[in-house]
């Protein structure tokens, strides 16, 4: 047994509950999760043993299984892989699973220019990122066509959530729906990320890679979708609940929607972007919430990624006004405990460096003349899944 248990929270002991100081050294070895791997005494330990040990046989047995159908641990944004679990010193109970090979993409899907070697060509170098593109009536058009399949796409993805979902198959149905509706997954190898959509799971504030981690209940999950097609990329994201989930999760999660739609409230012709960052910051913080810093909003349109930089925290030094014809995307990232956040092995994992949790919305939208335009709204045909969106008659019954 090794001490360290409580070295940064306190936790219980796995058999029998009291207060714990010991920790099982093959599941230290193991990175395996401290919360069932502390114990108060060798006598609690040895008396948990028969039962324990499976722990250790099962991730043993699934790293097999996984290896040999070529499953492997990201590293390096996706351009490296490796058979055993990355040093790190983690921040929060989570940690990355193998992940499958890069899915294919049918021939006569378009592409953007990264999809075959990842490397984007016409993005860094435009002039696009220095000031912001007026979209024609032509390009709007297909603006709102790719946008409203990226919400058909996340919604089919939210279909599939509950626990005992890994991460993976959401990425598999992401990744089908794209192609079924003529588009091209736009993470798909840009910058080498590995896979089709982002997932991020509790701790993960942004750009957690889809891996062979089953959902468990009581996790939260986001979904990050960007389509490519007809020369436009349409991008948005939601966090969902995973089974039954804490007070604290539910009131996270309700919040970071609502940052996002009063942010989506005050757009309009004539606003400074930086006014964004000042109305999230102020929901956030009355719920005693953190805004992250590290990631922002961003124009949208031929290119994935461009001008205008959107900050979602206060007195933040964005410059430029909102005028019709632009498209951007807003994207707040919340949590619970310190807005810091750090960067897994993998160099795309973003986690809070509390390992407290994070959720984020996430819209592209239109600035039009008399206001705004959500290109990725909501549909009828949507999920029914946040308990405040539903009329107040059905929530008191």
Same mark, same amino acid.
């Given at each position: 047994?090794?001490?360290?248990?409580?070295?940064?929270?306190?936790?219980?002991?796995?058999?029998?509950?009291?207060?714990?100081?010991?920790?099982?050294?093959?599941?230290?070895?193991?990175?395996?999760?401290?919360?069932?791997?502390?114990?108060?005494?060798?006598?609690?330990?040895?008396?948990?043993?028969?039962?324990?040990?499976?722990?250790?046989?099962?991730?043993?047995?699934?790293?097999?299984?996984?290896?040999?159908?070529?499953?492997?641990?990201?590293?390096?944004?996706?351009?490296?892989?490796?058979?055993?679990?990355?040093?790190?010193?983690?921040?929060?109970?989570?940690?990355?699973?193998?992940?499958?090979?890069?899915?294919?993409?049918?021939?006569?899907?378009?592409?953007?220019?990264?999809?075959?070697?990842?490397?984007?060509?016409?993005?860094?170098?435009?002039?696009?990122?220095?000031?912001?593109?007026?979209?024609?009536?032509?390009?709007?058009?297909?603006?709102?066509?790719?946008?409203?399949?990226?919400?058909?796409?996340?919604?089919?993805?939210?279909?599939?959530?509950?626990?005992?979902?890994?991460?993976?198959?959401?990425?598999?149905?992401?990744?089908?729906?794209?192609?079924?509706?003529?588009?091209?997954?736009?993470?798909?190898?840009?910058?080498?990320?590995?896979?089709?959509?982002?997932?991020?799971?509790?701790?993960?504030?942004?750009?957690?890679?889809?891996?062979?981690?089953?959902?468990?209940?009581?996790?939260?999950?986001?979904?990050?979708?960007?389509?490519?097609?007809?020369?436009?990329?349409?991008?948005?994201?939601?966090?969902?609940?995973?089974?039954? $989930?804490?007070? #604290?999760?539910?009131?996270?999660?309700?919040?970071? /929607?609502?940052? =996002?739609?009063? @942010?989506? &409230?005050?757009? !309009?012709?004539?606003?400074?972007?930086?006014?964004?960052?000042?109305?999230?910051?102020?929901?956030?913080?009355?719920?005693?919430?953190?805004?992250?810093?590290?990631?922002c909003g961003h124009g949208i349109?031929?290119?994935?990624?461009c001008a205008p930089n959107i900050?979602?925290?206060?007195?933040?030094?964005?410059?430029?006004?909102?005028?019709?014809?632009?498209?951007?995307?807003?994207?707040?990232?919340?949590?619970?405990?310190?807005?810091?956040?750090?960067?897994?092995?993998?160099?795309?994992?973003?986690?809070?460096?509390?390992?407290?949790?994070?959720?984020?919305?996430?819209?592209?939208?239109?600035?039009?003349?008399?206001?705004?335009? $959500?290109?990725? #709204?909501?549909?009828?045909?949507?999920?029914?899944? /946040?308990?405040? =969106?539903?009329? @107040?008659? &059905?929530?008191? !019954?």
């Amino acid at each position: 047994m090794e001490k360290g248990a409580s070295e940064s929270s306190p936790l219980d002991c796995a058999r029998c509950g009291k207060p714990a100081s010991l920790q099982c050294p093959k599941c230290a070895q193991l990175k395996l999760p401290r919360e069932a791997a502390a114990f108060c005494s060798q006598d609690c330990f040895k008396a948990a043993w028969a039962s324990h040990k499976s722990v250790h046989t099962k991730v043993y047995s699934l790293t097999s299984q996984l290896s040999q159908e070529g499953w492997k641990y990201c590293l390096k944004k996706g351009r490296t892989r490796t058979m055993e679990l990355p040093r790190f010193d983690w921040t929060g109970p989570l940690r990355p699973f193998p992940i499958s090979k890069m899915r294919l993409v049918p021939d006569g899907i378009e592409k953007p220019d990264w999809a075959l070697d990842g490397i984007p060509k016409i993005e860094p170098d435009s002039d696009l990122q220095k000031r912001v593109e007026i979209k024609t009536p032509e390009q709007i058009e297909r603006m709102r066509e790719t946008c409203r399949i990226a919400r058909e796409v996340l919604d089919a993805g939210a279909r599939i959530i509950k626990p005992g979902i890994t991460t993976d198959e959401i990425d598999r149905v992401i990744h089908e729906e794209t192609i079924a509706r003529g588009g091209y997954p736009s993470p798909l190898n840009y910058h080498f990320f590995p896979k089709s959509c982002c997932t991020s799971v509790n701790e993960v504030i942004c750009h957690g890679i889809p891996d062979a981690r089953k959902l468990e209940d009581g996790d939260i999950v986001n979904i990050d979708v960007t389509v490519y097609y007809k020369g436009v990329h349409g991008d948005l994201n939601d966090t969902y609940f995973v089974g039954n $989930v804490d007070e #604290a999760s539910k009131q996270l999660v309700r919040c970071t /929607y609502e940052c =996002l739609e009063k @942010a989506i &409230a005050i757009v !309009k012709p004539g606003v400074r972007f930086r006014e964004v960052g000042e109305v999230i910051s102020r929901h956030a913080s009355m719920s005693g919430l953190s805004v992250v810093k590290s990631y922002c909003g961003h124009g949208i349109g031929e290119l994935f990624h461009c001008a205008p930089n959107i900050p979602h925290y206060s007195r933040n030094k964005a410059v430029g006004i909102m005028k019709a014809g632009q498209t951007f995307t807003i994207e707040p990232m919340i949590n619970t405990g310190l807005w810091r956040d750090r960067l897994w092995p993998d160099e795309w994992t973003a986690v809070t460096a509390d390992g407290k949790r994070s959720a984020q919305f996430e819209h592209t939208l239109l600035v039009t003349e008399s206001g705004v335009e $959500v290109l990725t #709204a909501r549909l009828p045909s949507s999920p029914d899944v /946040y308990p405040w =969106l539903k009329p @107040a008659s &059905a929530n008191s !019954k």
